[in-house]
């Protein structure tokens, strides 16, 4: 096998990982604010259904007390270890425990869950045969308060997670029913999903940057927020939307966002593209046909859909966004089988290949 040298792991891999390796070694992953390594413990629920208990703690709000504690037995006249139910050791099952932010918990603490990670023990009580214990950080350049002490460090594995680049969060985006806005937003600015880590950002007005003091940016997470507040733009007016926009994704990136919510009126519906896909208007704006096409992956329901919208599409003159709906058909959970046997799709991609290379 050849081996292809790489630092750091996407957030599905890193769960890969934690699967794989975590009954004989503890994994830390570790990465920048807000790309996603708290969801790393649904991967696995997903994964491994009910064969585990799933803990997740909240390191940096525990206190010793939390955990567990000595109580006086009065008949053996000896100090018994009662541990929190939180770790619900009342079940046979393994447990498959996830130590949140762990770097940035009391030094007390780090003591007892280093036991945890390295032992599969908390006081005196061992965890069930096959437990696994992992953990999450942040970067230590960060800036968040993140440490470790040194030997410790040396007993575990620290993976480095990277962020989402903007291909692998509309695929992501789209799984979870993300709006169209908020989709061709990052598709039209894929700046906003790069990593302060790559070099050559520090005039990225959109992003988590440890050298700013900013507490509002761009993140997986904070997109994610920021949806809801989209989808309720016309209960709350234009200054209420931006005001909340801007509070949970920084200013900079709202007043772009704020610029695509206002061409949310020119959208032409899917339902009037699949019905006359050879007539309809074609909006010469790109950030329309963007949030168009996001929409038309939502719509599209059966090959005849699809075909029509195809259609469509091929009347677009930018070949982006044409690579753009395709790769999008191709990937989303709605349209994947449907694209995979549409001979018009299937042509296109024949004919615009070198798009991909």
Not at 297 to 318: A, H, N
Request: with cysteine; aromatic share 8%.
């Amino acid at each position: 096998m050849n081996i292809n040298f790489n630092n750091s792991v996407t957030i599905a891999e890193a769960a890969r990982m934690v699967s794989a390796y975590g009954a004989e070694q503890t994994i830390i992953l570790q990465g920048e604010t807000g790309i996603g390594k708290s969801t790393v413990l649904k991967l696995l629920e997903q994964e491994h259904g009910d064969k585990y208990d799933y803990i997740y703690v909240d390191c940096p709000v525990m206190d010793v007390s939390d955990v567990g504690m000595r109580i006086p037995d009065h008949g053996t006249k000896k100090l018994e270890y009662y541990l929190s139910s939180l770790f619900k050791m009342d079940s046979p099952k393994p447990k498959m425990i996830m130590l949140d932010e762990f770097m940035k918990c009391p030094k007390m603490l780090q003591v007892i869950w280093t036991r945890l990670m390295l032992e599969h023990t908390i006081g005196d009580i061992s965890l069930t045969d096959g437990s696994i214990v992992f953990a999450t950080s942040n970067n230590t350049v960060d800036g968040l308060g993140d440490t470790m002490l040194a030997h410790a460090g040396n007993r575990v594995m620290i993976v480095q997670v990277r962020k989402s680049n903007h291909a692998e969060f509309l695929t992501l985006a789209a799984e979870h029913n993300i709006s169209p806005i908020t989709r061709a937003w990052v598709a039209m600015n894929p700046r906003c999903m790069a990593s302060y880590l790559d070099g050559g950002q520090d005039d990225n007005p959109y992003i988590f940057n440890p050298k700013s003091k900013q507490l509002s940016f761009v993140t997986p997470r904070s997109l994610f927020k920021v949806d809801p507040v989209i989808k309720k733009r016309d209960a709350m007016g234009a200054s209420l939307t931006q005001a909340a926009i801007a509070g949970t994704i920084g200013a900079a990136a709202a007043q772009s966002l704020a610029a695509f919510i206002s061409l949310a009126n020119e959208l032409i519906s899917i339902k009037e593209v699949i019905a006359d896909p050879d007539g309809v208007l074609v909006p010469e704006k790109p950030a329309v046909l963007f949030m168009m096409m996001f929409n038309a992956v939502d719509t599209i329901k059966t090959q005849d859909d699809l075909s029509q919208v195809m259609k469509f599409v091929s009347r677009i003159k930018s070949a982006e966004i044409q690579a753009l709906f395709f790769t999008m058909a191709v990937q989303n959970k709605n349209t994947t089988r449907l694209a995979k046997n549409n001979q018009q799709l299937m042509v296109w991609a024949k004919d615009n290949y070198e798009l991909f290379i």
